[in-house]
């Protein structure tokens, strides 16, 4: 069973913070995104991310695919309200067409 | 461009009863999804259609369960009868056909429906 397993599951910190969430299998993908969901709505595609060991950023979040594409992770910068949401990690298998979600790194930030 | 469209927002049901669910995709988006997110949990797949085809649906529980695409455009998300472990979120997603897209899909804003 291929399985994405996040954390931590939940993480509380002050604005201004900076905080590592992590997404780990031990499959293989070719790529991997991160979605943002925010309560009462869907989630929201932040990255997608290919190359092992690529690097991407996206104003104070940068985001990581481990150089064996079995891993990813996610660094907040100086964290805000506004990114509060649930984080979710979702891995397209090698050679597979199903995409596989994690459960969720559910941040709160507060002020 | 338009969002993926759900309908209704919200359901409030008595066990054992039906009720449906309906997503348009994106326009041109040949594949969509649908998913079941129990609160807390990430979305667990329960159907993927290519067009008007089933690519997967190992994760439907199709007693009770069912789920069309008819022309390939909008779909719509069947329960038939509800039991209370029924209520989540149902989100419904869609992505273009294009492999080198890896899968990115996009969501509407779900369908919370309430089994009482």
């Known amino acids: 069973t291929q399985l994405l397993e996040q954390s931590p599951q939940f993480l509380s910190i002050q604005e201004g913070e900076n905080l590592t969430v992590y997404c780990n299998s031990s499959s293989v993908f070719s790529s991997l995104q991160w979605y943002r969901q925010e309560p009462g709505e869907g989630p929201v595609l932040l990255v997608t991310?290919?190359?092992?060991?690529e690097v991407k950023k996206l104003k104070r979040l940068t985001f990581q695919f481990g150089d064996a594409r079995k891993d990813s992770s996610l660094h907040i910068t100086a964290a805000q309200p506004g990114d509060t949401g649930l984080y979710l990690c979702?891995?397209?298998?090698?050679?597979?067409?199903?995409?596989?979600f994690g459960a969720g790194t559910r941040l709160f930030v507060k002020a | 461009e338009a969002g993926v469209a759900q309908s209704p927002r919200y359901k409030i049901i008595e066990k054992r009863q039906s009720v449906a669910f309906w997503c348009n995709p994106i326009?041109?988006?040949?594949?969509l999804y649908w998913y079941q997110q129990i609160l807390g949990q990430g979305p667990k797949l329960l159907i993927q259609?290519?067009?008007?085809?089933?690519?997967?649906d190992s994760q439907l529980p199709k007693d009770r369960f069912s789920a069309e695409r008819l022309k390939g455009v909008d779909s719509t998300l069947k329960i038939q009868p509800a039991k209370l472990e029924d209520s989540a979120v149902y989100l419904c997603?869609?992505?273009?056909?294009?492999?080198?897209?890896?899968?990115?899909?996009?969501f509407g804003p779900g369908t919370r429906l309430t089994v009482l």
């Open positions: 979702a891995g397209l298998p090698t050679g597979g067409f199903k995409t596989i």
């Open positions: 326009s041109g988006h040949a594949t």
């Open positions: 991310v290919v190359t092992g060991g």
């Open positions: 997603a869609s992505s273009l056909e294009d492999r080198g897209r890896h899968n990115e899909q996009f």
């Open positions: 259609f290519q067009n008007n085809g089933v690519v997967d």
